[in-house]
């Protein structure tokens, strides 16, 4: 593609973002920042949820992955279906019921204002390290379909991108945000779309065909029942229902999107509809991933070393100027509705987890806006320090480490809400910190430890339950608690 064109297509989507943005701002206040005065309504932050959550990864990834997984993933999506039912008739409910602005505020309420700093703490460290890797891969593909071609290094293009966040994300917020998922989530869906419409030109086919050829390929097996396989049924399926509620339902990323509804039932509503929209999205993109490799293989492509290249690869190169512009659209929508929200997100944590911001008479703006500077930062700084260990498996390490401190809020929530007893909440924090260290070395020695058995994404069981044995430790009776009031 043209770096000429590849420019216009960039201007012309950011110009998009900052009309939304100027139309939604209007008057705008920290309520309107924190929470979109509580007036979205729910079918928009149901569609604008389908592209925070799928995210640049999946984009690139799940079709590419559909060669040495096959259609594995969705046993996974459907744990994902469960964990949405548990968000949207457990937490939602609860998280209503105390007008929260911050979930992590029930942590004050349940045990106590140190359970409510680690709480906090563990989702900013984690979602400052997850929102900057997705950004960053976003970042690369931008770097290669444009910035090369001038000589801008990497860091210019960086800071370029998450100016541009930054600049229409500063005043209105989660209210912006809510409208500008919706555009995001039209991209992507519009880039898969015509990518299945372009090969199944490219190839001949009718476009009656596609079910025809998806279903029979030997790619499109759903289930797997080796018990000791990564990607067995029962381990995804659990995995599946685990993350959704650890990472979905308790981060303020997503949750914040949910509390800005007018009122409980339609929040819930909105988190049934959008795990439907969810489910059928992601089957798409696996069904991309079927013509992606049945495309290559009857042109006689190469299939690239790293499968997250093939769908860039050949949407650049092959598919026409067309399916180019929306593939870019779409990565780049991919990329900023998953690191706006996570800046908006921290910057909502911070001030009222950290800076108790509500407390204030005086300066409560201009200290939303520092934070939301100061995070943007963070966020530069952190791309920049995955860039410069240039070493994939470093950075992926990483960032596994940070999805290890889900594990303890996780463990914090369950606790929380199915037992009524009391802890020490000032030993609670060290249980936090502890919970995922330990689980590290479980996760770095199980093959010599349990026989040759891997870990995989129940790590977040045993780092939860790990949480939970130590909030057991930590009770106090009630007679004592009442001592020390």
């Not at 004050?108 to 984690?126: C, E, M, T, V, W």
């Not at 240039?390 to 480490?401: E, G, H, M, R, Y």
Request: some cysteine; hydrophobic content about 55%.
């Amino acid at each position: 593609m043209s770096p000429i064109l590849v420019f216009g297509v960039i201007a012309g989507y950011f110009l998009l973002l900052m009309a939304i943005s100027h139309i939604t701002s209007k008057k705008a206040d920290n309520n309107t920042f924190f929470t979109a005065n509580r007036e979205s309504p729910w079918f928009l932050v149901a569609y604008g949820m389908v592209g925070a959550t799928l995210s640049g990864v999946t984009f690139i990834s799940v079709p590419g992955e559909v060669g040495n997984s096959h259609w594995n993933y969705l046993q996974f999506v459907m744990g994902n279906m469960i964990g949405y039912a548990v968000i949207a008739l457990v937490l939602i409910p609860l998280f209503y019921k105390l007008k929260l602005i911050s979930i992590y505020e029930y942590l004050k309420d349940r045990f106590g204002q140190n359970s409510y700093y680690a709480g906090a703490s563990f989702f900013l460290i984690s979602q400052t390290i997850g929102a900057s890797f997705r950004l960053f891969l976003a970042a690369l593909v931008l770097q290669i379909a444009f910035f090369d071609n001038f000589g801008i290094p990497f860091w210019i293009t960086v800071l370029i991108t998450i100016a541009l966040i930054w600049l229409y994300t500063y005043r209105g917020g989660i209210k912006t945000i809510v409208w500008t998922d919706t555009l995001q989530t039209t991209f992507l869906l519009l880039a898969v779309v015509i990518s299945i419409f372009m090969i199944v030109d490219e190839m001949g086919l009718e476009f009656t065909d596609v079910f025809k050829t998806v279903s029979n390929s030997g790619m499109s097996t759903v289930f797997e029942w080796d018990w000791r396989s990564n990607n067995a049924f029962f381990k995804s399926f659990l995995a599946g229902i685990f993350i959704t509620i650890a990472m979905n339902g308790l981060d303020q990323n997503v949750m914040q999107k949910n509390l800005t509804c007018k009122n409980k039932a339609e929040a819930q509503k909105n988190i049934f509809w959008f795990s439907i929209v969810f489910f059928f999205s992601t089957m798409l993109f696996l069904a991309l991933g079927v013509l992606l490799y049945k495309y290559a293989m009857d042109q006689g492509i190469a299939i690239p070393e790293r499968t997250d290249d093939l769908y860039p690869m050949l949407a650049l190169n092959y598919f026409g100027i067309m399916a180019g512009i929306v593939f870019l659209l779409g990565i780049i929508a991919a990329a900023f509705s998953s690191a706006d929200s996570a800046l908006t997100a921290l910057t909502t944590s911070f001030c009222v987890d950290i800076l108790d911001i509500q407390k204030k008479e005086k300066n409560q703006k201009s200290t939303r806006v520092l934070v939301h500077i100061g995070f943007t930062i963070i966020m530069f700084l952190t791309i920049i320090v995955f860039n410069a260990l240039n070493d994939s498996s470093v950075v992926s390490a990483v960032f596994k480490v940070a999805g290890f401190t889900y594990g303890p809020l996780l463990g914090l929530f369950v606790y929380g809400l199915l037992s009524k007893n009391p802890v020490y909440d000032k030993w609670v924090p060290l249980v936090c910190i502890l919970s995922p260290i330990i689980s590290i070395i479980l996760d770095l020695n199980s093959e010599a430890w349990f026989n040759g058995y891997q870990f995989g994404f129940e790590i977040l069981l045993i780092n939860a339950a790990i949480t939970i044995l130590g909030l057991f430790a930590l009770y106090r009776s009630k007679a004592e608690e009442l001592l020390t009031k």
